[in-house]
């Protein structure tokens, strides 16, 4: 799995959940489920958070850093799920 491109979000931080026909846009269908092909995947459950904000709790089982829990729900997340602050993009892009 390539997670080259992912970002590494702030723990405590808080996020938009970017819009269920964003995530078909970028990402396309996995076509089993006609869920988002991100990595980690996606679910009906997540489908229901798009558009509102969550809260980065924990790293997921320390799994590179780049995969997240989140406080209002289960499942791995990452930041291609999320709508990323231009000050996040920035801080990320100089500090690694």
């Not at 970028?26 to 988002?36: A, L, R």
């Not at 780049?66 to 500090?95: D, P």
Request: with cysteine; charged share 30%.
């Amino acid at each position: 799995m390539n997670t080259d491109k992912l970002k590494f979000l702030k723990l405590g931080g808080q996020y938009k959940v970017k819009s269920f026909a964003r995530l078909m846009e970028e990402y396309g269908s996995d076509n089993s489920s006609g869920m988002p092909n991100v990595i980690c995947g996606f679910n009906k459950q997540m489908k229901k958070l798009c558009d509102q904000k969550i809260t980065i709790q924990d790293t997921f089982y320390k799994n590179e850093d780049k995969f997240y829990q989140i406080k209002e729900a289960r499942y791995c997340w990452n930041s291609q799920m999320l709508e990323l602050h231009l000050s996040t993009l920035i801080y990320r892009r100089r500090h690694g």
